[in-house]
């Protein structure tokens, strides 16, 4: 799977060195916030060990070069990952990937004192960037969802007011396998074939959709006039309605551990 910047994932050995250190956020970061070390709630520990105390999560905003869209990577213990997405009206963190075969961690962390140190920095680590506005608009529809999507809401076309010549924008949410985070899959077709756009890792926060890289013309934010049923689809697909069992709780943020990199 692509990274929202266009690359490709690192190799294994630089994703395990990338989780040994404070600062899980990947090395080609463009803009990055702060650091903040939590506390887990009891019953993350593992029971097979005797005296064996929470693991502790750590916590980094992140945005891709040419990107308008904030992921927030995280790490605990040997396992990590990068595209983590934060619920502000919620308060929970969605994990973007899956984790490895016999992980009890889960894909929504309750995020609980750490709500407000992510609000302070998501998604706004680039607050100004150049946007299109759009409307809704009646043509046949392309699925733009990648084709291993665990599941999927509805894809909407959108025309883009502010493009220099007409063009039509479809947008879908959908989620990974084993995932937490719902992203929201772009796809922009310029009917004179003079180039195309198709990005999966959007995120939505406040009717704007922001990109995980930028097509051209250069913006990287979709201002959506009626994005009520698009934040609807993305919300059913959280799987926050399973059993307790998926969701970790952050009960404390260790004093002090906020840093910026």
Not at 52 to 60: I, R
Request: aromatic share 6%.
């Amino acid at each position: 799977m692509e990274r929202p910047d266009g690359g490709s994932f690192a190799d294994a050995a630089d994703r395990d060195t990338a989780r040994s250190v404070d600062t899980p956020a990947p090395s080609d970061a463009d803009v990055r916030g702060p650091t903040v070390v939590c506390r887990l709630h009891s019953r993350e520990r593992d029971h097979r060990r005797a005296g064996d105390t929470p693991p502790t999560l750590t916590l980094q905003p992140w945005t891709p070069r040419g990107a308008a869209a904030t992921y927030v990577a995280w790490a605990v213990d040997d396992c990590g990952g990068h595209f983590g997405v934060f619920d502000r009206g919620q308060e929970r963190l969605l994990l973007g990937e899956g984790t490895p075969a016999g992980r009890r961690w889960r894909p929504v962390v309750e995020t609980g004192p750490a709500s407000d140190h992510l609000a302070d920095a998501t998604p706004d680590l680039r607050p100004s960037v150049p946007r299109a506005s759009a409307a809704s608009v009646e043509t046949p529809v392309r699925h733009p969802k990648p084709a291993d999507a665990a599941a999927a809401g509805e894809t909407r076309a959108l025309a883009l007011e502010s493009w220099t010549r007409p063009v039509t924008a479809y947008v879908q949410p959908w989620r990974p396998l084993n995932g937490g985070a719902v992203y929201v899959a772009c796809r922009i077709d310029d009917p004179h074939d003079r180039f195309s756009y198709h990005g999966w890792f959007g995120t939505l926060d406040d009717g704007v959709l922001r990109l995980g890289r930028r097509p051209a013309p250069a913006f990287v934010a979709i201002d959506l006039h009626e994005s009520a049923a698009l934040a609807a689809d993305r919300a059913e697909l959280v799987p926050d309605r399973l059993s307790t069992r998926v969701v970790s709780e952050v009960v404390a943020v260790d004093p002090g551990s906020e840093r910026q990199v």
